[in-house]
Nanobody, 124 residues
Framework: QVQLVESGGGLVQAGASLRLSCAAS????????MGWFRQAPGEERWFVAS????????YYADSVKGRFTISRDNAKNTVYLQMNSLKPEDTAVYYC?????????????????WGQGTQVTVSS
């Protein structure tokens, strides 16, 4: 297990940008695939983006492709989600998660550690 702490959420207007950060406690951070998910009130938790242990492989949900970018800095044990051109439908609690699948995964069941989440609210 690894402890994950997200930050960077907030209230922004449509079209704005935010960068989320997720700091991990594990010294083995570089061996994990990492992912970002989001959950709106009354909805399931949905996949947003994932990144492999090296950062060389990324996956995105169709709804964020071209607007969001996932990256990681293994020296800082941190994964990022740069979100541009935000839309009201991006409003949700955003969670980062760690997976033993080193290439990352789009499936929640593949992740064994989760952060507490950070709220992102986009007003129209």
């Amino acid at each position: 297990q690894v402890q994950l702490v997200e930050s960077g959420g907030g209230l922004v207007q449509a079209g704005a940008s935010l960068r989320l950060s997720c700091a991990a406690s594990a010294r083995t951070f570089s061996s994990y695939g990492m992912g970002w998910f989001r959950q709106a009130p009354g909805e399931e938790r949905w996949f947003v983006a994932s990144i492999s242990w090296s950062g060389g492989t990324t996956y995105y949900a169709d709804s964020v492709k071209g607007r969001f970018t996932i990256s990681r800095d293994n020296a800082k044990n941190t994964v990022y989600l740069q979100m541009n051109s935000l839309k009201p439908e991006d409003t949700a609690v955003y969670y980062c998660a760690a997976s033993s699948a080193i290439l990352g995964s789009t499936t929640t069941d593949d992740y064994h550690s989760w952060g507490q989440g950070t709220q992102v609210t986009v007003s129209s």
